[in-house]
């Protein structure tokens, strides 16, 4: 058990150490975008259930490949609020409250959602790749998921997850949700699976890009250590994304 206690520890502690102080100190004010962001899930949710508000919700936040590629850019950043109808929205509600909330207060509200919106919309583009590419390619798409509708948060929670696991020193949990993305590949070959691998490359690209300038910052005869390259276990939090 001390064993398991210390591996979550090394896994883990950061990421709990930076968490839980504003937590604790601030409660619900530390995560505003959010819980705004449960709300308009909810309030989304609520809508297209009503026979007045279905077509609303699709006119403003369904995308589909067959759409014009404006119309589906437009329509990107809302559709990650839009719940899926075939799949519980309590689970859409979960994970926005529980990564979100984690990346809200480790990364910060903006970053949050330039990297949610970074993945989102990765999963979107490749969507068209695929279908243009063919059910025969590894990479590719059947053509009758043109008209599939995409929706929901799932993307940008596996890109956030990935994310924080590189930033926070979670290298595990990242493999893992890397791996369990992979496996979903793997054993449906669905387009939300590969919109999510899609959305993992952006992710990984971005902590790629990350690291090169902190490197390049430093200079080749500075000394290694935390920072934007992954912090060590006693490291404190600090910024990723410098403009």
Request: glycine share 12%; hydrophobic share 50%.
């Amino acid at each position: 058990m001390n064993r398991l206690a210390r591996w979550a520890r090394a896994e883990w502690g950061l990421l709990y150490r930076t968490v839980r102080d504003p937590l604790v100190e601030r409660r619900r004010r530390a995560i505003p975008m959010t819980l705004g962001a449960v709300a308009l899930t909810t309030v989304v949710q609520i809508v297209q259930n009503q026979s007045w508000g279905y077509q609303f919700v699709q006119d403003i936040g369904a995308v589909r490949a067959e759409d014009p590629l404006w119309l589906a850019l437009v329509r990107t950043p809302l559709s990650l609020f839009v719940p899926a109808l075939d799949l519980p929205v309590w689970g859409a509600l979960a994970q926005i409250l529980f990564v979100f909330g984690i990346a809200e207060i480790c990364i910060g509200r903006w970053r949050t959602l330039v990297i949610a919106y970074a993945a989102t919309l990765a999963g979107t583009l490749y969507a068209r790749l695929g279908i243009r590419l063919g059910f025969d390619s590894p990479l590719g798409l059947p053509a009758s998921d043109a008209w599939v509708v995409d929706t929901g948060p799932s993307a940008a929670v596996v890109g956030l997850a990935v994310f924080l696991g590189w930033r926070y020193g979670a290298r595990v949990t990242a493999g893992a949700v890397i791996a369990a993305m992979a496996i979903e590949v793997l054993l449906k070959g669905n387009l939300a699976g590969k919109e999510h691998l899609a959305a993992i490359g952006t992710v990984v690209l971005l902590c790629a890009i990350s690291t090169l300038r902190h490197r390049h910052r430093r200079g080749p005869g500075s000394r290694r250590s935390g920072g934007l390259t992954g912090p060590g276990r006693g490291s404190v939090r600090g910024r990723v994304f410098r403009r």
